[in-house]
């Protein structure tokens, strides 16, 4: 058997590898974009087929389509959606706009599998299924790849959610467990009043709390489905049932809650919620990025830094000073949210980049989406598991700081004022000498009330030293 086959586009005959399903203009779009190496995503590939396959099923349905054809395309659509051809879909995320590469790739695809599904060869050129007419039946590149967009990122927002939602919880965890820790405050990388360690961290997972609402909000964008506009928005080839009919079946088959289009047109000219949703993961990001350097602050050290934090060591962290053990989780969650906030710029430029009926830079927008995703999930379950379940608090050193902290002598306020606090915080920094001691000396308090009002646990409380609630 030759090494490849003829097959046949519009433009004219293509050398294929033999045994390969993707057809001509699979290839062709493999010669001109030999850009990255890169792939779709597994996501998108799943989102392509689910598209195809609740097509043929609608269109067999409609009587539109031979049931021995469309029921062999829904047999490879099948394959296609459980990972069996993966590697069968090759063409680069930088390529022609609007996505016609990736489409075709996946109509060819399916339509020779679905062809030897039929009992015939792949080199048969009297194979029946063909991937314009019958796998792409009532589609347009137009209006299958901003709903493979959407759904794509749907399939995996469970376990986006899970994956932020196990980070709350475990971080949820260490605030209740450390909230006995009292430790000095920071503002400015200055000493600040003090805090309790748990108070800081249950910040750290409210945070991620809330953008945990904010992606589960624009998730809900990506819901309303303009599959059947075609072309255009005017459904020009698709039976008047068929974008009802394609969001039941799409919402059964894929098994997520889905709503039919409003206003087909702007499904298809808007980017608007892809962009919405990435903007929501890049918030979420930024906020990561913020809590994953705080770590990195506090167990900075173990002897020349602050060291209230120890991070649990999962590899040796130089190559030439011995005994080294560096924050590598927290380093590298920091990179995977700066690349999520790259990622979503790219989507913000290519979704204002479209004109008129059409985005034609879909293709950028579906790889950036799905990256982001993926290098969400992964990134935070790494950093959860291996970072944040064993994080470790040295009371010793977060309390030893207080204790040396200045900027204890806020509590005084209600008491001295603020001149005099100034006052005694300057000289207590100049004489390396506690707060209690230099405003006893002052002359400002007796012992018995600076101790009272100097109690760094009550100062985390709230209220004004000295005096009782309702006082």
């Known amino acids: 058997m030759a090494d490849f086959r003829i097959e046949k586009d519009s433009l004219g005959e293509v050398r294929v590898p033999a045994k390969v399903y993707y057809g001509a203009q699979t290839q062709r779009a493999v010669d001109n974009f030999p850009i990255t190496g890169l792939k779709p995503y597994r996501a998108f590939i799943w989102s392509m087929a689910l598209i195809k396959r609740a097509a043929a099923e609608v269109h067999l349905d409609l009587g539109l389509l031979d049931e021995k054809i469309a029921k062999a395309i829904m047999k490879a659509a099948d394959e296609v959606l459980k990972g069996k051809h993966d590697s069968q879909f090759v063409v680069d995320p930088f ?44 589609q347009s590149t137009n209006d299958t790849i901003p709903t493979a967009i959407r759904l794509g990122v749907l399939w995996r927002y469970d376990e986006l959610a899970a994956a932020l939602k196990h980070l709350a919880d475990e971080l949820n965890k260490k605030a209740q467990e450390w909230d006995g820790v009292v430790k000095s405050g920071r503002t400015h990388l200055q000493d600040a009043v003090p805090i309790r360690l748990g108070q800081e961290v249950g910040a750290w997972a409210k945070a991620v709390e809330r953008n945990i609402e904010k992606i589960k909000f624009a998730a809900e964008g990506l819901r309303r489905i303009g599959i059947g506009g075609t072309a255009n928005g005017t459904g020009l080839n698709a039976h008047p049932e068929y974008h009802k009919l394609m969001v039941k079946k799409l919402s059964k ?219």
């Open 253 to 471: 088959l894929g098994k997520m809650k889905l709503y039919e289009s409003d206003n087909l047109f702007e499904s298809m000219q808007s980017m608007q919620d892809p962009v919405f949703f990435s903007a929501a993961l890049r918030n979420t990001a930024q906020d990561l990025s913020r809590i994953s350097s705080d770590i990195r602050m506090l167990s900075s050290g173990p002897t020349t830094g602050l060291a209230e934090l120890t991070c649990p060591p999962v590899q040796p962290g130089s190559s030439i000073m011995p005994g080294k053990v560096n924050p590598v989780l927290a380093e590298m969650l920091n990179q995977a949210m700066f690349h999520i906030m790259g990622n979503d710029l790219t989507v913000m430029l290519a979704g204002q980049a479209g004109q008129l009926e059409l985005n034609v830079m879909m293709p950028i927008i579906a790889h950036n989406l799905n990256e982001a995703v993926q290098v969400m999930i992964g990134s935070v379950n790494a950093f959860t598991d291996r970072l944040i379940v064993g994080l470790t608090v040295n009371k010793e050193r977060a309390e030893g700081w207080l204790a040396k902290n200045p900027i204890l002598v806020t509590a005084l306020n209600s008491r001295i004022g603020y001149l005099k606090g100034a006052e005694v915080a300057k000289k207590s920094l100049a004489e390396n000498r506690p707060i209690l001691d230099i405003v006893v000396d002052l002359g400002y308090l007796s012992r018995e009330e600076a101790t009272e009002l100097l109690d760094a646990r009550k100062m985390t409380e709230g209220g004004i030293m000295g005096i009782a609630a309702g006082g």
């Open 95 to 138: 390529q022609a706009g609007a996505g016609t590469s990736h489409n075709m790739n996946v109509n060819e695809v399916i339509a020779n599998r679905a062809n030897e599904i039929l009992g015939y060869k792949l080199d048969d050129p009297k194979k029946p299924v063909s991937p314009n007419d019958h796998v792409n039946m009532a």
